[in-house]
């Protein structure tokens, strides 16, 4: 058994550097890397491999930190948003809220001083009706002239006293 373990770790390997070859010729065929390593960037990568390799591993390294970074700005502004429109609603709720005691307090107000102002006036009709005497009912004249009808009904009165 122990001689199937080798020959079994020896085809996987070869397959796996089959699947590799695969992949790395895939990637050489792309169209958007033959463009990038006919730039001169690209070109003087393949020149230094030293400085592709670092710039690799710069890339890989600084892409989770960069990717962390970009995750908390788009959820923090998210948050954001959402909160300012929370709050948005909760400000525009209590504003309603107090216009509506507002209104009802002012709806209370002008009944009562409407209440308070009619019953005035009927008391103060009714006590001045009291005070002063009743005058005749003067009679209209047959031409309508109702101001010509109540001076003669004065001086009638004045002649009498």
Same mark, same amino acid.
């Given at each position: 058994?122990?001689?199937?373990?080798?020959?079994?770790?020896?085809?996987?390997?070869?397959?796996?550097?089959?699947?590799?070859?695969?992949?790395?010729?895939?990637?050489?065929?792309?169209?958007?890397?033959?463009?990038?390593?006919?730039?001169?960037?690209?070109?003087?990568?393949?020149?230094? #491999?030293?400085?592709?390799?670092?710039?690799?591993?710069?890339?890989?390294?600084?892409?989770? #930190? %960069?990717?962390?970074?970009?995750?908390?700005?788009?959820?923090?502004?998210?948050?954001?948003?959402?909160?300012?429109?929370?709050?948005?609603?909760?400000?525009?709720?209590?504003?309603?809220?107090?216009?509506?005691?507002?209104?009802?307090?002012?709806?209370?107000?002008?009944?009562? %001083?409407?209440?308070?102002?009619?019953?005035?006036?009927?008391?103060?009709?009714?006590?001045?009706?009291?005070?002063?005497?009743?005058?005749? %009912?003067?009679?209209?004249?047959?031409?309508?002239?109702?101001?010509?009808?109540?001076?003669?009904?004065?001086?009638?009165?004045?002649?009498?006293?």
């Amino acid at each position: 058994m122990a001689k199937e373990e080798p020959l079994s770790t020896s085809k996987d390997l070869k397959e796996l550097q089959k699947k590799l070859s695969l992949l790395v010729e895939s990637i050489q065929n792309n169209s958007k890397v033959i463009a990038f390593m006919k730039s001169p960037v690209g070109q003087y990568l393949d020149r230094h #491999p030293f400085m592709a390799l670092t710039v690799l591993v710069f890339v890989a390294l600084s892409a989770i #930190p %960069v990717g962390f970074f970009l995750l908390i700005v788009v959820l923090t502004s998210l948050a954001a948003f959402v909160g300012v429109i929370l709050l948005e609603a909760l400000v525009m709720t209590v504003g309603c809220l107090a216009l509506l005691c507002h209104r009802c307090s002012f709806v209370h107000v002008v009944l009562n %001083v409407s209440v308070i102002t009619i019953v005035e006036s009927v008391v103060a009709r009714s006590r001045l009706n009291q005070q002063l005497p009743n005058r005749p %009912v003067t009679q209209q004249n047959s031409s309508g002239d109702c101001q010509l009808a109540m001076k003669s009904a004065d001086l009638e009165g004045l002649y009498q006293e």
